[in-house]
């Protein structure tokens, strides 16, 4: 009977025999597979692949739905009550560091759990935390301890900071956590004390960066430190060029935009009329650009207004006004209320 060997990195089964499938290794006595340990020495992510099915996920556990505050219109998307009746949810939003430090947490709590029962959405607890803070990996350690259930389950969208919660709370180092989605092929494990903890892949969201952009490109465009405000007064058909990638016109009076993503994004102001020969010839004002762009007409109501691009950012609007977004084809795009302050 043959012993299965897994990839330290990502959870696949180790194999020697067909280099493009995922767990090749040229030897099984290496730890990680070829795709990890290109994507550790040299940053470069080949044939990670993103499952499209819902993991199997034993009755009477504790599951722990993580997404980061990025993928907050989202949050409820996935219905695994449905999939598992008998488990038990706890969602935690992770990356709450990625906030402005003005953020009134109290508020998005109430706003979220207002959600959750709209939806009729069963849960435990919903959890605001960042897995980069001690405090509060100590915290959720010993609220899992509270818990009798034998399996927690760590589930989510793909780079909401899952293996990174998994590594804090299990000493697991060897586990790869990048901005690299997909990552995790097969469910990793650890022992939890008398429990065991299991980080899943992650679940597949359509029209994030990683299906726009190759990984040496979106892994920058996505935020890792606090997002700090870009404040924008805008006049009657300015319009907002976030790189080579969305366009924004904007059409009423007296209007103010609010960028919140990456740092280094460059962003700049210029006339609605310019918007479409800089991306006709983007290759020539452009570093970052795709080659398919959609548009979409939104009315703002009146109120404050949040349009979510991908898991790049949020633009915080404040309405009656009318926007024009030209954006890559297939990107995912929302509008909502604000989520936060």
């Known amino acids: 009977m043959s012993t299965v060997i897994k990839c330290q ?103 979220l759990t207002q959600k959750a029962r709209s939806l009729n959405v069963p849960f435990q607890d919903l959890i605001l935390m960042s897995a980069k803070n001690t405090f509060d990996i100590e915290n959720l350690k010993k609220y ?20 990174t919660i998994y590594k804090a709370l299990t000493n697991q180092t060897k586990a790869l956590a990048f901005k690299k989605a997909g990552l995790t092929q097969e469910a990793l494990s650890s022992p939890f004390g008398d429990q065991i903890i299991y980080d899943m892949p992650g679940l597949y969201q359509e029209g994030y960066l990683h299906q726009l952009l190759p990984y040496e490109v979106y892994k920058n465009l996505i935020p890792d430190i606090e997002m700090k405000p870009k404040i924008y007064q805008v006049k009657d058909q300015q319009a907002l060029m976030i790189e080579g990638l969305i366009s924004i016109v904007f059409k009423g009076t007296n209007m103010s935009a609010v960028f919140y993503g990456h740092q280094n994004l460059k962003i700049h102001k210029t006339n609605a009329k310019r918007v479409k020969e800089l991306l006709l010839n983007k290759e020539e004002h452009f570093k970052v650009f795709v080659h398919d762009y959609e548009e979409k007409a939104l009315r703002i109501p009146k109120g404050k207004t949040q349009i979510t691009f991908a898991d790049m950012g949020f633009l915080h609007v404040i309405g009656p006004m009318h926007l024009k977004i030209t954006y890559p084809k297939g990107m995912h795009l929302s509008m909502t209320e604000a989520t936060f302050q």
């Open 144 to 163: 899992l301890t509270s818990y009798r259930h034998k399996n927690i389950y760590l589930l989510g969208v793909q780079n909401s900071g899952k293996t």
């Open 9 to 111: 990195g990502c959870g696949a089964i180790l194999q020697t025999e067909d280099q493009s499938k995922v767990g090749y290794v040229l030897s099984l006595d290496h730890e990680y597979c070829q795709s990890c340990y290109r994507l550790m020495h040299y940053g470069e992510a080949n044939i990670h692949f993103h499952p499209e099915d819902l993991p199997n996920l034993e009755s009477d556990s504790l599951i722990l739905m993580v997404s980061s505050v990025l993928h907050l219109d989202m949050l409820f998307s996935y219905p695994v009550y449905r999939y598992q009746p008998d488990a038990h949810f706890v969602y935690v939003i992770n990356q709450i560091d990625l906030l402005p430090q003005s953020t009134n947490l109290d508020k998005l709590v109430e706003k």
